[in-house]
């Protein structure tokens, strides 16, 4: 939670092992570790006006929130104003001096990509050395995926809406800004009152047309889109609206929706929920690194079952118009799954019941809440 989370099963591609820290390393060579940055020039990189100010002597920390692979995150009182804030300590190579460009690529991205539902960064601060970096974010009570499991009642059908517009207005400022960001997932969605942020930019990256090529190792298995599970290295935006629509369907079951044990397995599973590509449904998807390894044959979509079917989890059935836009996010053709600001304009957010406000949202007991 708050930019550092623990490890899940499904953070890890079973099929090859490769976790996300082997992801972000497998990066194009921009990317690289050794690719560092003095901290002593992070103010001037970034456009700040000031220096970076002394952590400890900003702010008090309360509690240690959670850790990983990047970075320690406490949670911490401003001395000056008594707000509660997220310190997230940046874990820097040791070996080298100077700061990772991952880190700075997280930093770049979010100082960029200000909106209403983007976890807001405050400042940089510094520790007792310069090369101590803590960034210093908004507090958020919780991430959607430890709450979703903590919680009695399954989210309403105008929370799911509520909550799913807001995930659809930041992906598009992201994608109106050529960010891609490449890890979206309930894990890294966070909440406070009914309101909804995206965080953990550590793999998003800017991107252009025409589309550069960039790694295939990215997004957590579940959340992967099949174009990467084809192994694409040119890809779009789109990669981010399967993750929304896998999200969605979980809101609406209370349960990762699509759940493989490896990329085969995972495509396996799209493909019994979606139907598999022919040259109509996905046009080109043969000549796709991976597709040769395939011999597509009709019983390999016999299992499939409409989208109605699969969601028959839900304590409401989902209307013809949330089922409509959710085949929308999970077209096997990127080119035909639908962008996020067409999201934002399809019928079902204009159904009853409306979106419900994030203020009308239950409270939930803070998991970290402290002194």
């Known amino acids: ?11 890890h591609d079973l099929n090859n092992g490769d976790d996300s820290r082997k992801r972000r390393k497998q990066e194009d060579p921009t990317r690289e570790w050794d690719h560092c940055i003095a901290p002593t020039h992070l103010a001037k990189d970034f456009g700040l006006l000031a220096p970076c100010r002394q952590v400890d002597q900003c702010y008090e920390r309360l509690n240690r929130i959670d850790e990983g692979t990047y970075g320690i995150v406490y949670r911490a009182r401003d001395r000056a104003t008594g707000d509660i804030v997220a310190l997230k300590h940046l874990k820097l190579d040791q070996e080298r001096n100077g700061f ?11 100082l960029l990509a200000k909106h209403t539902n983007i976890i807001n960064v405050r400042e940089i601060a510094v520790g007792r050395s310069l090369n101590s970096i803590y960034m210093v974010m908004d507090y958020m009570e919780h991430d959607l995926r430890t709450l979703m499991e903590s919680m009695r009642a399954r989210f309403q059908p105008s929370e799911v809406k509520s909550l799913l517009l807001q995930l659809c207005r930041a992906v598009a400022h992201l994608h109106a800004n050529w960010i ?13 009152d009914g309101s909804l942020r995206v965080a ?3 793999l998003a990256r800017k991107y252009g047309s025409p589309l550069g090529h960039m790694t295939g190792l990215v997004v957590t298995l579940w959340y992967r889109a099949p174009e990467l599970l084809f192994g694409a290295k040119e890809y779009s935006a789109a990669v981010d609206m399967w993750s929304v629509g896998c999200i969605f369907a979980e809101l609406l079951i209370h349960k990762p929706f699509l759940q493989g044990r490896g990329e085969i397995d995972q495509i396996s599973k ?11 449904s996905w046009p080109g998807f043969d000549r796709l690194p991976s597709a040769r390894m395939f011999k597509f044959s009709p019983r390999l979509g016999a299992g499939r079952q409409p989208l109605r079917d699969r969601l028959r989890g839900c304590d409401v059935e989902p209307t013809d118009g949330a089922l409509d836009l959710l085949a929308k996010m999970l077209a096997l053709d990127p080119k035909q799954r639908i962008t996020a600001e067409d999201a934002l304009d399809h019928p079902y957010f204009k159904e009853a019941p409306p979106p419900k406000d994030p203020s009308m949202f239950p409270t939930w007991p803070q998991k970290h809440a402290g002194s």
């Open 1 to 11: 939670m708050n930019g550092a989370k623990q490890t899940r099963p499904e953070d």
């Open 270 to 280: 799209i493909f019994a929920a979606v139907g598999t590509p022919t040259q109509e």
């Open 100 to 110: 990772p460009i991952t880190a700075l690529r997280e930093i770049h991205t979010l």
């Open 200 to 202: 953990d930019f550590g």
């Open 180 to 192: 891609v960001h490449r890890d979206l997932k309930t894990s890294n969605l966070l909440m406070a």
